[in-house]
């Protein structure tokens, strides 16, 4: 069965802060990715999470200050790669890693990453891949036994590899993600990435070095406890897909099982942190 997701386009006024404050509201109300623009928000959400109230939590709509208009409409798994190709242009981080289309000009940075993401959202454009990749770029991964979970189109199990990680895990519980990923890790000559359909229950007697987790606040909490079992001494545990007031939350389940803060990253109210063992 395809997989369907509506498209809410917005115009916002003002712009600024306006379109961070309903990119931040819309991520509470289950809405996935965002795409910025001149005008206001393009956002996305599986039809299977949508309800008729979806936008009831988004006090920006209901505030005099701002002006908010949106129209929507369905987009079906195979026409995805034209509104794709619309939206997107290559992102540069940190000037050392490129991550773009096929169809985008070769870059001079060091790791290039060539990404169709279809509807599998992961291309960097993102506030918490992006983070997530910076995280990844400061850490050094050469040798290292990586999970990627929650890999979308496996971006950041292609950045690993690409940073001399040796076994490399990648895991959605999405199909189309899985495909995706898939698809991505051939295209960009991985040879260490193992694609897994499932969730964490998949993780059971295995054992990693730096574990990435780009889901939500509250698969995180519950599955926590599983990646710490599987984290190995002086591990790294990479994790991101919620807000800045939902660090002391993810902090304290951390901290449970006595991993230790070491800093988090800031993208538009979005953050990653990281915690070693």
Not at 76 to 91: C, D, L, R, T
């Amino acid at each position: 069965m395809d997989q369907i997701y509506l498209e809410y386009t917005f115009t916002v006024n003002p712009a600024e802060p306006g379109n961070e404050i309903l990119i931040a509201e819309l991520g509470y109300a289950g809405f996935e990715s965002f795409v910025e623009n001149e005008e206001g928000v393009v956002a996305y959400i599986q039809k299977k999470e949508w309800t008729p109230d979806v936008l009831e939590t988004v006090e920006i709509i209901k505030n005099e200050s701002f002006k908010v208009n949106f129209t929507y409409k369905e987009i079906a798994q195979q026409n995805w790669n034209a509104e794709w190709e619309k939206n997107f242009h290559p992102i540069e981080v940190d000037g050392l890693c490129t991550v773009r289309a096929p169809f985008h000009e070769k870059p001079s940075t060091k790791y290039d990453i060539i990404i169709e993401p279809k509807m599998s959202f992961g291309t960097g454009h993102h506030e918490t891949t992006h983070m997530m990749i910076q995280f990844l770029l400061k850490n050094n991964l050469q040798g290292k036994k990586v999970l990627d979970m929650g890999c979308g189109t496996g971006v950041l199990a292609i950045l690993a590899e690409k940073e001399g990680a040796t076994n490399i895990d990648a895991i959605d519980i999405d199909r189309w993600c899985f495909e995706n990923a898939v698809e991505n890790i051939t295209r960009n000559n991985c040879e260490h990435i193992k694609v897994y359909e499932g969730d964490a229950s998949l993780l059971n007697n295995k054992n990693y070095d730096v574990i990435i987790a780009n889901i939500n606040r509250n698969i995180l909490l519950e599955d926590i406890p599983i990646y710490i079992s599987c984290l190995n001494n002086d591990g790294i545990l990479l994790l991101s897909g919620f807000y800045k007031d939902d660090i002391p939350k993810i902090k304290d389940r951390c901290e449970q099982f006595s991993l230790k803060f070491v800093e988090n990253l800031e993208k538009n109210h979005w953050v990653a942190v990281k915690f070693i063992n």
